[in-house]
């Protein structure tokens, strides 16, 4: 256990579809103690995959985390599930990050073409799921010929897919390429009012995921990495 003062932390952790990644648990172990029993336990960590949520698990982890609370009074939760909507839904999470002025791209909910052609959002745009990941059902729209291509495959990712709540939305397109010719995105970790650690990533097509990373990317990945080291402070 981590002591602090004279007291000593531990931690409980429950999740589904997931696993910790290679240093996070060791992490975990540094900063927060030992696992423990949640009757024991100062924190709460929520490790859902949240493409594994559905309603039955959404509802059990929120009796869990009232639970954790009723025993733990002045315990602190982690990822809490009150806040699941924030992490899973890009529709809401643009909403809350617009409500406290941060910069957005012009984003909006659909139900069919006339929707988005109506939308204000000009060409080029994504169209997606609004709980997907990894880029999951998402297209670059360039033109009238790419709706009409790929709207179909939305829709029918939709009508398969829907999950707790749902989406499809369009995005306006933001393009991130760099004078290297590869694309790159920023991934930025925000706890409360502060900013706690970032990384970039390189790829290259505007799907900037990490599998992409090959070592003809080393040279930009490490650049990028500074270049955002300096935005952070």
């Given at each position: 256990?981590?002591?602090?003062?004279?007291?000593?932390?531990?931690?409980?952790?429950?999740?589904?579809?997931?696993?910790?990644?290679?240093?996070?648990?060791?992490?975990?172990?540094?900063?927060?103690?030992?696992?423990?029993?949640?009757?024991?336990?100062?924190?709460?960590?929520?490790?859902?995959?949240?493409?594994?949520?559905?309603?039955?698990?959404?509802?059990?982890?929120?009796?869990?985390?009232?639970?954790?609370?009723?025993?733990?009074?002045?315990?602190?939760?982690?990822?809490?599930?009150?806040?699941?909507?924030?992490?899973?839904?890009?529709?809401?999470?643009?909403?809350?990050?617009?409500?406290?002025?941060?910069?957005?791209?012009?984003?909006?909910?659909?139900?069919?073409?006339?929707?988005?052609?109506?939308?204000?959002?000009?060409?080029?745009?994504?169209?997606?799921?609004?709980?997907?990941?990894?880029?999951?059902?998402?297209?670059?729209?360039?033109?009238?010929?790419?709706?009409?291509?790929?709207?179909?495959?939305?829709?029918?990712?939709?009508?398969?897919?829907?999950?707790?709540?749902?989406?499809?939305?369009?995005?306006?397109?933001?393009?991130?390429?760099?004078?290297?010719?590869?694309?790159?995105?920023?991934?930025?970790?925000?706890?409360?009012?502060?900013?706690?650690?970032?990384?970039?990533?390189?790829?290259?097509?505007?799907?900037?995921?990490?599998?992409?990373?090959?070592?003809?990317k080393k040279e930009q990945f490490i650049e990028q990495n500074k270049r955002l080291a300096k935005v952070l402070k």
């Amino acid at each position: 256990m981590v002591e602090k003062g004279f007291y000593k932390m531990s931690f409980c952790y429950f999740g589904v579809g997931s696993y910790w990644r290679p240093y996070e648990l060791e992490a975990a172990r540094r900063y927060l103690g030992d696992p423990s029993r949640p009757e024991d336990s100062d924190y709460l960590i929520w490790r859902h995959n949240t493409e594994s949520v559905n309603e039955a698990i959404l509802k059990k982890s929120i009796e869990i985390e009232k639970h954790f609370i009723s025993i733990n009074p002045g315990g602190k939760i982690i990822n809490p599930i009150s806040s699941y909507k924030y992490t899973n839904n890009k529709d809401d999470c643009f909403s809350i990050w617009r409500s406290k002025g941060i910069r957005i791209p012009n984003f909006a909910v659909f139900q069919n073409k006339e929707d988005i052609l109506n939308s204000g959002i000009s060409y080029p745009f994504l169209i997606r799921l609004n709980d997907g990941v990894t880029g999951e059902d998402t297209y670059l729209i360039n033109n009238k010929k790419d709706l009409n291509l790929y709207l179909p495959l939305v829709d029918n990712a939709y009508n398969k897919k829907r999950r707790i709540s749902t989406k499809k939305i369009v995005v306006k397109f933001i393009d991130t390429s760099i004078s290297a010719g590869f694309k790159t995105s920023f991934r930025i970790t925000v706890a409360g009012n502060s900013v706690i650690s970032g990384y970039a990533r390189i790829s290259d097509d505007w799907l900037a995921i990490t599998k992409q990373f090959t070592e003809n990317k080393k040279e930009q990945f490490i650049e990028q990495n500074k270049r955002l080291a300096k935005v952070l402070k």
